[in-house]
Structures are given as C-alpha cells and as structure tokens.
C-alpha cells in the first residue's frame, strides 16, 4: 500500500467535464472520467508499470466497487471524491457510517522511499490527512523494508528520501501530535504482528498474487507480510475499527491479501445459517430469498416453512441475468436445490452461526456462554436463534479480544486515478519533464507545465471552432487533481471554456504553471517550517542498519 516513483503511478484516466454522463463517459462536474482510453489488458504490479486500459474492468475483475455506490453517504466528501478522481472501493461504507455516527475509524497508508516525492504522492497525502480532519486515527508509514528488500534501495538512501516524504506529509497538514508516524524496520508491534499472519500465508498464494517464484528474494516475500501488518496496525491501536487504506489501483493485491489474512487470524467465524447443513455465500442468498417469499404465508415461519417447500419454489426461481452476481447465483441454483432436497421436512428457520475457526477450548467455552437467548451447540459451531448477524459479530469479537485474540475488521480501501504524465502517457521518473517533483524549483514546475502536452487542436481556429479535447490533456487533468484545490467551480470553468473553444492551450497552460509555481513556493516555505517538528518527533532518519538489499 506504499506510492512508489512516477513510472509506477501508470496511466491516467483522461479527464472529463459537463456532459451526459454514462458507465463509460465524464463526469458532469470537471472532474475525470469513470472510464477511458482503448480496451487494455488490466495488470496491478505493485512493484512494475501499473496497468489500467479501463477502470471499470477493475469492478469486473477484481470486485473492486464503484465510489458512486458509496459517495452519498460520505459528508462534507474531499474533492477528489467530487471529481472521480477517486472512483473505487472496498467496503468503504464502514468508513463512511463511522464518520457520519461521530465512531472510531482510522486511516492509513505507506510510502516506499526510493525517490523524491512528487504531485502523484501528493493524492495519498491529502486522503489520509482529510481522513483525520474527519475525527480519524491517521498512520504515515514509511516502508523501508519494502525500499531494501524490494528494491536495493541502501540504508543511507531510504534515509535520505524518508524525511523528504515525511517533510512533505507534514507540510501539507498531517497533525503528528493526534496521528502516528513511522518507520516499518523501527516498528516492532508491526513485525510481531507480521510473523503471526505470516502463519496464515503460504507461498502459492504469494505466486497467483504477486508472480512470486524460485528467483524472489525471500526478504521481499516478507516485506509483503510486514505490509499486510501495516494495514491492519491500526486495529492493534486501541480496539478493532473500521480502517481505511487509500491507494493507487496496483496497491489492491496487498489490501486482497490482507483482507484474506484478518479472515484467517480469526478465532470464529460468523454466518447466517437456515438449517442443519451448510451453504456458501451466493447459496445462502437464494434459500434466504426463498424463506423470505415463503414465511408471509404460513402459520408460524419457525416450524412451518420446510426444506422441501423452499427448493419447490427455488425450482422455479430465474435470476436475472443482469451483472456478475447473477451469474453467480445462477451457477449456485443446482447445489441449493440439492441441499433443499436432501433436508426434506426439516424446518427451514435463520439462525446465525458461529464457527470455530482458531479458538482456544476456554474461548469456545467462553462464547457458548455468552450467546443470550435460545442456542444449539455443536462439536465446531454455535446456532444462535435470537442475534442478529450485527449482534453475533461483535458478541464473537468481544470473546475474542477477551481471552488473546485479535478481533480483526477486514480494512476497507479507496482506490485513485493514476495520474497522466505532462508529455503524455505515463509518469516516468526516467523522463523529469513527464512530472512534477514537490522538491522541484518552482520556476521549474512553471516551465515543465508550460511545456506540457494538451489536448488542443492543431491550430487556434481550429480550437475554436471544435473546442479542445479536455478529456485527453495533461493540463486539465493538473486542474482537477490538484490545482484547483477546494475549488470546484474553477475545474468546470477551464472544462467548459477549453471543449467550447473560448478557451486557447497558450492561456490554460499559462493560468496553470502559475498556479504549479505557486503550490510549489508555499508547500516549500511549510516544508521548511516543518524541519523543526519532525526533528521533534521519535522517528529515526539516520538508520545504523546495514545489508546490500535485494532487487525485484
């Protein structure tokens, strides 16, 4: 979950403007489309060249979900919530219902220090620092041991790079008295925590994840593991919270892999449950949405809906054949019915269930006692007739955290565009001119956005009179990611004007190098207000460590 150099900030979604929008159109505020370019295959390498041809095949591939679904209940949401430039998610609603109900919640996300940071950094930046401006527990974590392992970064030279990230972290508002910063070789909590989810992973996970084989390094297959201690760090910090990483697209296999891993430390795992047997997910939907059309019907729905009854209305149930999930319950209708069939006249009745996944025997003991109401126990699980699934889960979190375990919550994640570089194509940190570095001279930021790609016509008549293409320039994509700020109404302006032909490349890239020069100036002035406080703060940034390092 660490940003890495320009070149694996990858492909830039184009940016978009007032328009109908559609699933594959812009936006209609001057913000970025929610998918671009010519078809690609989709390819997330947190250590390569991240691949994104379009960012809806991430909802389609890899079940990362829309932003939209969420954005509603999200208050006071960050500009780039606004504009799309934030466009995917994994269970942030947990997120969202937290800040909204005044909860505990955390934020957090990493930096592998192997160059300067620069405008793409700057997005992870300001996620985590409006999420503690939310009422969120912020983490700014510094993956040194990714840099070495991964990278061969030397020691000397991930020191060098870590205080000019952190200089600019706090620089742009991260509050170090309220949120924690460090270092992943200096966190011991984090490494412990690493060794026990270790016990949980295997290598041919890390190969279909990762591509991992014989020739990897085996401090890089660690590092992985300290990364998915980071992420769940959060949670060893008070009490399990809803956490949030925001990240880049090819950060995602680290928050898969980690969200597997809090599944597996576990001590009990919680499900609902309607008879004797077992069912997976996408079974579980179909009998409960043949219970739920059955019980108005009967008598008393505790006794008198049976097995039997509900695979004679599932027989004739279609799912729509709509998206994904149909089809998946469509390819689950055959074992339903057969598990329906097989229980015959016994009653069909919600319960939930507790498994015993990693409890200790005082544990198990510890939550039969604890489940309230009417219960049946089993050699391996607990049938609970009178929780809810809400009540069970925190009721089976509560004995865990009790008696050792972790009680982990599986961390959500918010996923942004990649960032376009100025000549056009991807940032490259090969190519100084492809972006911007936020320790860059600002009157070289000016002249690096002056000569910047754009979406213009050949000439001004022509710009005029078809408008310019603002959904394929560099330029506009630096309003709406960065240099606009808060200002939304300034993005729609330099849209409308730029696809309308009012407005001509010369004057756009002129307003916007200004505005580079002066970001640049003052995030450079609070840099340097900010030396005397992370001289302050317990980090150490003159590592005595040694070792050559690995290589990807």
Known sequence: ?????????????????????????????????????????????????????????????????????????????????????????????????????????????????????????????????????????????????????????????????????????????????????????????????????????????????????????????????????????????????????????????HVRLTRDLATRVRYFKVTEAFASFELDDDERQLVRAAYDALAPDVEDPETDVRCEDAAAWLADYEPPESDRESVDLAAAKPTALDKLRAGGKEPLRPRVRFFDRNATDEAFEALIEAVDGEKRVFEGHVDAFDLTRDEAESLAREVEIDHGGFGFRQPSSIYHRFMTGLTGGKMSSSIPASHISLLDDPEDGYDKVKAATTGGRDTAEEQRELGGEADECPVYELYAYLLAGDDDELTKTVYSECVNGERLCGGCKEQAAELMREFLEDHQEKRAEAEELLDDLDIDLDSDRRGTGGEH
């Open 1 to 253: 979950m660490d940003e890495d150099t320009p070149e694996e900030t990858g492909p830039s979604a184009p940016a978009g403007g007032p328009r109908e929008e559609t699933a594959g159109s812009p936006r209609t505020d001057g913000g970025t489309e929610r998918a671009d370019g010519p078809a690609e295959e989709v390819a997330l390498d947190p250590w390569g060249s991240a691949s994104v041809g379009d960012y809806a095949d991430l909802f389609e591939e890899f079940g990362i979900e829309a932003f939209d679904d969420v954005a509603d209940d999200v208050v006071d949401p960050h500009y780039l919530m606004r504009r799309g430039v934030i466009f995917g998610h994994r269970e942030y609603d947990a997120v969202a219902e937290a800040m909204a109900n005044d909860e505990p919640f955390a934020a957090l996300s990493g930096f592998m220090p192997t160059g300067d940071p620069h405008i793409g950094h700057k997005l992870v930046f300001d996620e985590i620092i409006w999420h503690q401006q939310q009422g969120g527990d912020a983490f700014g974590l510094i993956a040194d041991l990714e840099a070495h392992s991964a990278r061969g970064m030397s020691w000397d030279e991930i020191d060098e790079h870590a205080r000019n990230y952190l200089l600019s972290l706090l620089a742009l508002g991260f509050d170090a008295e309220e949120g924690e910063i460090y270092r992943q070789s200096d966190n011991r909590e984090v490494q412990d925590l690493g060794f026990e989810l270790g016990s949980k992973a295997n290598f041919s996970e890390f190969e279909a994840i990762y591509g991992f084989d014989g020739e990897t390094n085996i401090s890089h297959m660690q590092s992985v593991v300290t990364q998915t201690a980071d992420i769940l760090y959060p949670q060893l910090v008070d009490e399990p919270k809803p956490t949030v990483i925001p990240v880049g697209p090819d950060q995602d296999p």
